[in-house]
Each structure stands twice: as C-alpha cells, then as structure tokens.
C-alpha cells in the first residue's frame, strides 16, 4: 500500500539464497542508497563476551578478499558524495551508505563483499575495541542511554535485556576474540535472515541484474 502521491516503483522478491530483497526506482534522485538488516543482534552473543555484536559490527568494515584494504569503501564514498553508518540493537543489526547515484553500483559491489568475504583482520582488532570504547564513553554520558541502563538494573537479573549490547576494552580485549568474532559471523551472517533494500534512480530491471552478487 503506498499514498497516491508517491510516485516511486517498489519491487520485492526473494534471491536463490533466500535473501529478501526490496528495490525502490526513484528517477529524480541523485543520490542512491542501500541498507542491509540482518536478523540477529547482541542477544544472540555468549553472555562472557559482551559487546561481541557491536564489535562484529565495526569489524566487519576492515577489509574483505575483493577490496584488501580497510580504507577503501570509505575513502571511494567520501570521493563520490557518500557516507555511510551501521548500528547494533538487541535482535537486529543495520549496515547502510548513500553515494552519488552515477557510482552507485561501484559502492554496492563493494558493500555486498563485507557479507560475503570479510577479513576480520588482526592488526585492525586494538583499534576497533577502541573505538567501541569510546562509544561507550560517550554513551554514559547521554541520558536516553542512562534510562536505557536503569531499566536493565531493574529488569530480572537473568532477562536477556541485561545484555551489555556496546561493549568496553574490559569487555572484548581476550584471548580469542577474533576466533568469537568469526563464529558469530558465520553462525548469524546468513542470508536468509536478512533483508536489503535498494533506492536508486534506474529502472527496477536494470537493478535486478546487479543484486545477484548478494
């Protein structure tokens, strides 16, 4: 169902690996974007790793086998207009990024690689539970996340709410992150838990030939 006013085209269907996929033709824009949602979130981390999701998250980012280095997909969208984020919430975690429309295909390529073949590489490990760090650093700060702890305190101890989703160094600096890190993403990274959605200013059929790589 969509207003008598919207004149976008919405395309659905389902990918051979399950992958359910939304394509929306807008012919006006210059500027399109893409966002993966994946059916999982910090709930389903080991309780002695707290933070894992998140840190997945941010891993996720440093690198796949296609573009080696962990610079690339940021510096390509800054080049062309883009920019890009993700989040991690209790049952889902969202990956999205908008770029000039003439590179759009150019940044999907690169996006679709971080769920195919990520490198999860070491020496990028220190640097992203620093950076996750500092997002709760700032988080305590704020008081939406401060009620957001408050509730956790009262909830039952043993409720899946109490779940630490952000993570600290304290948190994730252990032996064998990485090898927690991989499993994750290969125990929830699957495609027939997740949803793409893709708007872009060319033609439903002409994005139909590009999604495969998903």
């Known amino acids: ?3 008598k006013y919207d004149n976008r085209i919405y395309k659905t269907k389902i990918l051979k690996n399950k ?3 939304m394509i929306i033709y807008d012919k006006d824009l210059t500027r399109s974007t893409a966002s993966l949602n994946v059916g999982c979130g910090c709930f389903e981390e080991p309780s002695k790793v707290s933070g894992l999701a998140h840190f997945v998250e941010h891993m996720i980012f440093m690198g796949t086998k296609k573009y080696p280095d962990e610079n690339e ?8 207009g883009g920019s890009s984020n993700a989040y991690t919430d209790g049952d889902v975690i969202n990956y999205f990024f908008e770029i000039n429309s003439i590179k759009f295909f150019e940044a ?13 590489n ?3 490990l ?25 509730v956790q305190i009262l909830a039952d101890k043993n409720h899946i709410i109490n779940k630490f989703c ?10 064998d992150i990485r090898k927690y890190v991989i499993n994750l993403f290969n125990n929830f990274y699957s495609s027939n838990i997740m949803k793409l959605v893709i708007l872009h200013n060319k033609p439903i059929d002409f994005n139909n030939k590009y999604i495969q790589e998903f």
Do not use: C
């Not at 997909?73 to 062309?80: G, P, R």
């Open 122 to 124: 070491k020496k990028s």
């Open 108 to 120: 999907l390529d690169r996006f679709a690689q971080f769920f195919i073949e990520p490198l999860f």
């Open 1 to 3: 169902i969509k207003s």
């Open 19 to 21: 992958l359910e996929v």
């Open 73 to 80: 997909y940021s510096e390509f969208l800054n080049n062309n």
């Open 126 to 150: 220190k640097k992203e539970m620093n950076a996750v760090n500092a997002e709760h650093s700032k988080n305590i700060q704020n008081d939406d996340w401060r009620i957001h702890r408050l």
């Open 166 to 175: 952000t993570g600290t160094i304290g948190t994730l600096d252990i032996k």
